[in-house]
């Protein structure tokens, strides 16, 4: 023996590469193989304009109880090109199959941020837009008649960083019910109303890059009732995109908030295809 090894390392050496032999054999194993493979997917919910992450909590707390992972980021509501690259870096920094779930703007900010993602499995529109290439979030809005958000939108300048000024949208507090929310409580609605996240009108008339819609599976959740994203929009937009579409027809442009188990359903329902 070496007169620097002492007796307690000449005991422990063999024990702790037993150990790591019997760790490598474990997560190599057939077993551990197969259940990384059923791993549920990552759900990532974007929320869109004039409203935040929040808006997802009921549907967050179902897909956490069902036993999926999921992430709620802000989306910048800045530019559509500038969203969906912050998007894009959300889903490079996650292992693993993921299911795309997108409301209103955040539909569109889905479509162009999955793009270059093999890890993108399923695409989710959840009262959302589904543009074409060369679309936009206005575009499709003024295609159909129906939606409250023409008249209802109140608008901000902001200074840029780069200098010069950019316009944010909000809606009135005051036609914000009508336009966004109608099967809510009004004391809800009111809140959210004064909390707003307001998006750029650069953002809502940015036209779309290559819809993913194109070549990744995609299910559609129209809200009957809508009065921002006219319902015919809406199922224009599925129709195209080949999507599985369901429908609740009294339900207002926040599906998710107003029916969060019809809207987990769906989303649920596209993750189960994921393998």
């Given at each position: 023996m070496s007169p620097h090894t002492r007796p307690g390392i000449r005991i422990l050496l063999p024990l702790a590469l037993a150990v790591l032999a019997v760790l490598v054999t474990a997560f190599s194993s057939p077993a551990t193989a197969a259940a990384r493979r059923t791993a549920k997917p990552?759900?990532?919910?974007?929320?869109?304009?004039?409203?935040?992450?929040?808006?997802?909590?009921?549907v967050v707390a179902r897909l956490q109880g069902a036993g999926y992972p999921v992430i709620a980021p802000a989306n910048p509501l800045?530019?559509?090109?500038?969203?969906?690259?912050?998007?894009?870096?959300?889903?490079?920094?996650?292992?693993?199959?993921?299911?795309?779930?997108?409301?209103?703007?955040?539909?569109?900010?889905?479509?162009?941020?999955?793009?270059?993602?093999?890890?993108?499995?399923?695409?989710?529109?959840?009262?959302?837009?589904?543009p074409e290439q060369a679309e936009s979030a206005l575009d499709l809005t003024g295609r159909f008649p129906g939606s409250r958000l023409?008249?209802?939108?109140?608008?901000?300048?902001?200074?840029?960083?780069?200098?010069?000024?950019?316009?944010?949208?909000?809606?009135?507090?005051?036609?914000?019910?009508?336009?966004?929310?109608?099967?809510?409580?009004?004391?809800?609605t009111a809140l959210?109303?004064?909390?707003?996240?307001?998006?750029?009108?650069?953002?809502?008339?940015?036209?779309?890059?290559?819809?993913?819609?194109?070549?990744?599976?995609?299910?559609?959740?129209?809200?009957?009732?809508?009065?921002?994203?006219?319902?015919?929009?809406?199922?224009?937009?599925?129709?195209?995109?080949?999507?599985?579409t369901s429908e609740v027809k009294d339900a207002s442009h926040v599906i998710m908030i107003s029916r969060p188990d019809a809207t987990a359903a769906v989303i649920t329902a596209a993750a189960r295809t994921v393998r």
């Open positions: 990552t759900v990532v919910l974007v929320h869109g304009a004039f409203a935040d992450a929040s808006s997802w909590t009921k800045r530019d559509l090109a500038g969203d969906s690259a912050y998007l894009s870096s959300v889903v490079s920094s996650i292992d693993g199959p993921v299911v795309l779930v997108g409301h209103s703007y955040g539909g569109a900010v889905i479509s162009n941020a999955a793009t270059g993602h093999p890890n993108v499995k399923a695409l989710v529109f959840v009262a959302a837009f589904a023409p008249t209802s939108l109140v608008t901000r300048q902001y200074p840029l960083p780069g200098g010069g000024t950019g316009t944010d949208a909000y809606i009135d507090g005051e036609a914000f019910r009508a336009a966004f929310a109608a099967d809510l409580p009004a004391r809800d959210m109303a004064a909390t707003q996240r307001p998006a750029s009108l650069a953002a809502l008339g940015s036209p779309s890059g290559p819809p993913a819609w194109q070549a990744i599976p995609s299910w559609y959740l129209v809200a009957g009732a809508d009065q921002a994203i006219p319902p015919a929009a809406q199922r224009f937009m599925a129709k195209r995109a080949g999507a599985h």
